[in-house]
């Protein structure tokens, strides 16, 4: 019995030949596509990067209100309970003043690496490109 699968004879079809115009124009249109493709993962990209860059102006807001509202709310409070304890008001309010000082910097700090122009940068973009450069280079070293 003959698997119907390896029964057909007919010999493979040979691909029609094409003229060197309609090869090269469908090469244009495949780099016309893929340039396309390319520039709307950019914009994508800047996008993302964009709302990145918006959180990031956040924190940095939310680290300017959260150290004005502890300089002005809780200073006062915590100046208070360390002079009761014994520490000379002077001394006290310094203290307080340093501590909620190192927690805005940090916060600001967070921020502001966050907003760094590299991190903005269409990377993946980028290694995509050259990605794309070194296949055509490969392809063409291969002719």
Same mark, same amino acid.
């Given at each position: 019995?003959?698997?119907?699968?390896?029964?057909?004879?007919?010999?493979?079809?040979?691909?029609?030949?094409?003229?060197?115009?309609?090869?090269?124009?469908?090469?244009?249109?495949?780099?016309?596509?893929?340039?396309?493709?390319?520039?709307?993962?950019?914009?994508?990209?800047?996008?993302?990067?964009?709302?990145?860059?918006?959180?990031?102006?956040?924190?940095?807001?939310?680290?300017?209100?959260?150290?004005?509202?502890? !300089?002005?709310? +809780? %200073?006062?409070?915590? &100046? $208070?309970?360390?002079?009761?304890?014994?520490?000379? #008001?002077?001394?006290? @309010?310094?203290?307080?003043?340093?501590?909620?000082?190192?927690?805005?910097?940090?916060?600001?700090?967070?921020?502001?690496?966050?907003?760094? !122009?590299?991190? +903005? %940068?269409?990377?993946? &973009? $980028?290694?995509?490109?050259?990605?794309?450069?070194? #296949?055509?280079?490969? @392809?063409?070293?291969?002719?």
């Amino acid at each position: 019995m003959t698997d119907p699968i390896y029964t057909d004879t007919t010999p493979p079809q040979q691909p029609a030949s094409r003229s060197t115009t309609d090869l090269i124009g469908d090469a244009l249109s495949h780099v016309s596509s893929l340039v396309r493709k390319e520039v709307d993962l950019a914009r994508a990209e800047v996008n993302e990067n964009l709302n990145r860059a918006g959180v990031a102006i956040g924190l940095i807001v939310g680290a300017v209100v959260i150290a004005l509202t502890a !300089l002005n709310v +809780l %200073a006062a409070a915590l &100046t $208070a309970a360390l002079t009761e304890a014994g520490i000379p #008001a002077g001394w006290s @309010a310094l203290l307080v003043g340093v501590v909620l000082a190192i927690i805005a910097f940090v916060l600001m700090n967070k921020g502001l690496n966050d907003l760094k !122009l590299s991190s +903005l %940068a269409p990377s993946r &973009t $980028a290694d995509n490109v050259k990605r794309d450069a070194q #296949a055509v280079k490969d @392809a063409y070293d291969a002719k």
